[in-house]
């Protein structure tokens, strides 16, 4: 339950909904709770949006749960998940929400993260050492959401049918480095010079994501990627700008108490111990 502390707690994003309060004894669907009676929500603007569903129990909406339907996969990286009277149910347990809240999808809403790192260096290039620890820093590119504020991933929600290392790239492009603001010959310019970059990508995680905007019925999923720029010549030494749905960016040291939005913090540290384990081989 240590993923399940974020969509527990307090008002539900965009509202003022109140979570039902679920102890943690009782997240576990196998635990009785009988007094649960949590508020059925989901945000009048997404309906009719081509990215949502429509309604459970619309005529014509037959999702297939557990498959990929049509160009939208709706398997869970957590194993089958149950449908109960029609609808799923969050693998992880309670999160004191029922209906979709302001996710778009019933059961996993897909998402990409890139986790771009470098070495931190000194003006003489080379690579500096945590003073305590002696042990090479690494640094990441994180953003400032819009709407919570919170640093994070500069990652977004899979496009039907896109590829996901695709996403991931797409969204730090956006994100990042403000890709939908530029012209065409910018763009072109760009892929020459990253191309090859982003061809690179580790992955690094993929499961639950302990989003605020979780529900009993929807929540965030997602998929990491780390792009790493070892010598710092490539991405390491672009001029960041921050785009779409980011308000900030900017590189950031990888450290124990480094706080990121969701469990984004996780995602980094397992690249975080990676990358120090290639660094001494
Ligand atoms: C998180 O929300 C994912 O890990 C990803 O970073 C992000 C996707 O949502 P948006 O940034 O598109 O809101 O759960
Ligand atoms: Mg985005
Ligand atoms: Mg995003």
Redesign the pocket.
Known sequence: ITTHIQCRGGLYPRSNIKRFPVPDDKVSWSSEYKEYQPHNHTASSIHGQPWADPNIGDPGFKPQWNKVDGNVSRISYMGQYNIVNGYPQNPIGRTGIIGRGVLGRWGPNHAADPVVTRWKRLENGEVEKDQFNNKPILQCVVVKRRDTGDWALPG?MVDPGEKLSATAIR?FQ??AMNSLELGEDEKLALNERFGKFFQEGDEVFKGYIDDRRNTDNAWMESIAYNFHDDNGSTVGALKLNAG??AVGVRWVDITPDLQLYASHKDIVMVVFNKRLSNFYQ
Do not use: N, S
């Open positions: 977004g969204e956006e994100e779409d749905d």
